[in-house]
């Protein structure tokens, strides 16, 4: 049993067994933590868009490459440990992997408490991670212990489930009109300036949603999936219905992906003017609105009786109006 491994992880909860864990959570636990850790490598590089599509770099890959060495257990816990291989360097202050872990770390420590700046090392797209890994919180893990062995001192975080509902709160950040919506997302328009996306709730209007780029890599992966869409909306003066939402996080929610398959495209193409508002002329063809040729049917029984007083009345509101004046 080794106890100094390079780096752990230990979960906790009711979904988790003394020295076992269902493997779509280690997996998925694995995959958003390495994510983490590769966009803290990219900020400390100075990128600065550390979420942003595409291939990453072959030395940080390298850098944070782990394997892992054995699954054990604490009681009533399961354990993960891991080690790097014997090419990658181990020069403190000369070793990105090292530092991006060493952040990594010391940023979830600051990220899960209080504070709003970006940790060392931490930006948006980092944080996207973190609440990703967080997801596991939803499947019967109440705590994460990631434990970095690499100095005499090791250091340790707590991830709970309180840190994940700080995380998600920072990610939203303030808003004078948050809603939230949530629907299959099945359109997604990448623009460098006014990118934007249409969700589809299981019941309702399909909601236009604007987005910066910061959040270009979450939408990619959310493509065609049902998602949870948060963000500062403008609505509609006089229907209050959503026009629009400016999108500050948008969520993949996997337990209801089988939800209103029906709006998934089968094969023919989606429309030309998918974003385009219908004209008037449009609307009263897909309405099923014709033209008046009646006149009759608009005014009804108008102008009235000839004695049924009409006139009297608007003389009375005249001189009312006179009077007042």
Known sequence: MNKNAFFAMKLEGPGVKPGRIRLEDFLRLGQEMLRAVERVALVLQGSAESQRAGRRPQDIRAAISLDVVEVTHGSPSAIIRFERSDTQLSIPDTDLGLQAFEKFIQGLAAVTSTGD?????????????????????????????????????????????????????????????KRTIEGRLLMADFKERGSRLRVHPSSGDPVICLFDESLRDEVYRSILHFVRVTGEAKEDPVSEKIVSITVSDIERIEAKDDQAMEI??????????????????????AQGVRPLTDIDALVGIWPGDVDDGFEESVHKLRQMNIKAA
């Open 264 to 285: 998934l495209p089968s094969g023919a193409p989606l429309p030309g003017d998918f974003w385009q508002a219908m004209s008037f002329d449009e609307l009263a063809a």
């Open 117 to 177: 700046a970006y940790p060392s090392g931490y930006d948006a797209g980092v944080l996207l991670a973190v609440r990703d890994a967080g997801r596991l919180f939803d499947r019967g893990v109440d705590r994460i212990e990631f434990t970095l062995n690499h100095r005499a001192q090791p250091l340790r975080v707590l991830y709970d489930r309180d840190g994940y509902t700080r995380v998600q709160q920072r990610i939203i950040g303030p808003q004078l009109n």
